[in-house]
């Protein structure tokens, strides 16, 4: 089939085909006058430009879908914990490291040394850490690692400002329950006291 240009436009052509319709199609920089044997109808140009609008749609789509459900997981994994821990720390005659959720349910326990290793060695199943400082405190006395003359350390690693509304909340209890059972006192530190206080301690594992 050939094609007569007709018209020229900045964008397309109209061309005058043997059978003599006329057609709207892309200005591969034709001229008036000019024969054609291949031409590409604007309609299929269109046609093109909405497919690659659809795919681009669809992807922007899927990329949306992908960030709000990393989004929810993110916010699901913080609700429920998962993504706001933080690390108490007790000296009760040795180290000991507690980790907890954002509700302050304990999730792990740790001696960071051979005293806090005795002592640590309770059961975290479904006790948060008011249930675990005061069981921590029960067995560091029974086994003779803390007396009346025994002062309890209390921090939060890597928190520098001992008026953090969490660290008084887990130290209160324990200083009331210390006090009045023990007449231990227990001191709520920012982390480098703690560091400071706890190194200068002195504490001997008996036999």
Not at 55 to 83: E, K, M, T
């Amino acid at each position: 089939m050939k094609y007569l240009v007709m018209e020229r436009h900045e964008s397309y052509v109209i061309v005058l085909d043997e059978n003599g319709r006329f057609f709207k199609v892309a200005n591969m920089d034709y001229a008036p006058g000019q024969t054609l044997t291949k031409v590409v109808p604007m309609e299929d140009i269109k046609a093109k430009r909405k497919k690659r609008m659809g795919f681009l749609a669809l992807f922007i789509a899927l990329i949306a879908i992908v960030g709000i459900g990393a989004w929810f997981l993110l916010f699901s994994g913080v609700i429920s914990g998962g993504g706001d821990s933080r690390v108490y720390r007790f000296y009760m005659g040795g180290d000991i490291a507690v980790t907890c959720d954002s509700e302050n349910k304990v999730t792990k326990i740790e001696g960071l040394d051979e005293t806090g290793k005795a002592v640590s060695q309770v059961d975290i199943e479904n006790k948060n850490i008011t249930d675990i400082s005061i069981e921590l405190l029960e067995k560091a006395y029974s086994m003779s690692y803390l007396n009346e003359d025994s002062e309890i350390f209390v921090a939060i690693e890597n928190e520098y400002n001992d008026d953090n509304p969490a660290l008084e909340r887990a130290a209160d209890s324990l200083e009331n329950y210390a006090e009045e059972k023990y007449d231990i006192e227990v001191e709520k530190s920012s982390w480098d006291d703690y560091l400071k206080d706890t190194s200068n301690q002195k504490y001997q594992i008996d036999d």
